[in-house]
């Protein structure tokens, strides 16, 4: 059996502020077999986005220990943590982060382009993986020219051109109306029985979380498993 995609036990992250010290998170444990989906709900300032940035290798722990498909990636030196996100991540967030001045297509193409693959192939791979997120017609469109939803389906196809293991997604549909945003999680579960890629998405919307995999709550600094209206039950 391979590595799980996430394991990591006793995360812990704070920060100081004004002389004082303050605990955003306080020994989370999580554990995630390659091609499962989850959810991260929690209310605002719950911790949910410094989580996110931690798994991601974008920020780092006070303490605990952090394997992502079983590398100590935390160990690893800023350069080699750049390679391992190039290679094994994807990223999504709230508002796209699109180049405005580069076309879908191109946008899309980066993320290939960055890993040292030619400009042609990197075209010809990002075509494919707009024409599966539903823009075969839009390549040539520059970001101002799509809807709200366009953009975040051009933001998922960068995200997973790579064909990473993990992709982490912070509020996705947080900009969308509820039919568009069903539509991503519609879209991010075909990709996931596509390419069994493994998400982790953080939303503060329960109807959409339940659309995952598993659902787990950021409660005072730890994750627990989330029940529903009827109470939560430790992880
Ligand atoms: N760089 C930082 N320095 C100090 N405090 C921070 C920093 N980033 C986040 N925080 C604090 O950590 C807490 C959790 O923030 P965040 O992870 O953004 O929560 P969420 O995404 O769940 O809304 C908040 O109280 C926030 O003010
Ligand atoms: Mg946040």
């Known amino acids: ?21 303050v605990s955003v998170l306080k020994g989370v444990n999580l554990s995630l077999e390659q091609g499962e989906t989850l959810s991260i709900v929690g209310s605002s300032g719950s911790g949910k986005s410094t989580l996110l940035h931690i798994l991601g290798t ?15 990636v935390d160990k690893l030196s800023r350069a080699k943590q750049a390679d391992f996100r190039n290679r094994h991540m994807g990223f999504i967030y709230q508002f796209h982060h699109l180049l405005m ?14 890993a040292g693959k030619s400009k042609v192939e990197a075209k ?43 992709v982490l997604a912070d509020e996705p549909t947080g900009n969308l109306d509820k039919h568009n945003a069903l539509k991503i999680y519609e879209l991010l579960n075909e990709l996931n029985q596509e390419f069994d890629t493994s998400f982790v998405v953080v939303t503060h919307d329960l109807e959409l979380a339940e659309k995952l995999g598993r659902v787990v709550q950021l409660d005072d600094g730890v994750l627990v498993e989330y029940q529903g209206a009827n109470g939560v039950k430790h992880a």
């Open 1 to 21: 059996m391979s590595d799980p995609v996430i394991q990591c036990q006793q995360l812990s992250k704070s920060y100081q502020e004004a002389g004082s010290q």
């Open 58 to 72: 974008l920020d780092g722990a006070t303490d605990g220990s952090l394997k992502i498909k079983g590398i100590e």
């Open 101 to 114: 001045d580069f076309s879908a297509l191109e946008n899309v193409a980066m993320p290939l382009l960055i």
């Open 124 to 166: 010809q791979i990002a075509a494919q993986m707009l024409e599966k997120v539903g823009l075969a017609h839009r390549v040539d469109h520059r970001p101002s020219e799509l809807s709200g939803g366009e953009r975040q389906r051009v933001a998922i196809a960068r995200a997973l051109v790579t064909k990473p293991s993990l």
